[in-house]
């Protein structure tokens, strides 16, 4: 191998992240939790969508289709994205409880408005809503939960 090849070589294996530096970085937790929440987000809208068609009201099958997909969430992101290992859960699923509360209030408070104020359909709707908490549903997840 030449000094060349060699230089060039090393160069590249420096750029090679180990993944659980990945992991470590909040880059990587923010991927995993957009990988968890797109699962969640597609899940929801199915289910979501499937309720209005056997005839429940939007707001109940938005609520109904957020409660199932919980399970999932909590599990998905306790032990995926921010890799709480065996440390209190029970706390951890009092926040964690606490902060769906928070986002499920608010996700029908926005789905309402944006349904009846705004006309939208109820399905493009509740996509919209659900995108736009993500954020808040991930810091107060990373930080509090």
Do not use: K
């Not at 909040?26 to 929440?37: E, S, W």
């Not at 899940?43 to 109904?64: E, Q």
């Not at 969430?73 to 994205?81: D, K, P, V, Y």
């Amino acid at each position: 191998m030449s000094e060349e090849t060699a230089i060039n070589s090393r160069a590249l294996d420096a750029d090679v992240v180990p993944l659980h530096t990945v992991r470590s970085l909040p880059i990587g937790q923010i991927l995993r939790f957009l990988a968890v929440g797109g699962t969640s987000y597609v899940f929801n809208l199915g289910t979501y969508s499937l309720f209005l068609w056997v005839g429940l009201p939007y707001l109940a099958a938005a609520a109904l289709s957020f409660v199932i997909g919980f399970a999932f969430n909590f599990l998905a992101n306790r032990h995926w994205t921010f890799v709480a290992g065996a440390s209190q859960a029970s706390g951890q699923f009092v926040r964690f409880t606490c902060v769906a509360a928070l986002v499920l209030a608010l996700d029908l408070l926005l789905l309402r408005g944006a349904v009846e104020w705004l006309g939208l359909h109820e399905v493009v709707a509740q996509g919209v809503v659900i995108l736009f908490l993500a954020p808040l549903s991930f810091a107060l997840n990373r930080f509090w939960s």
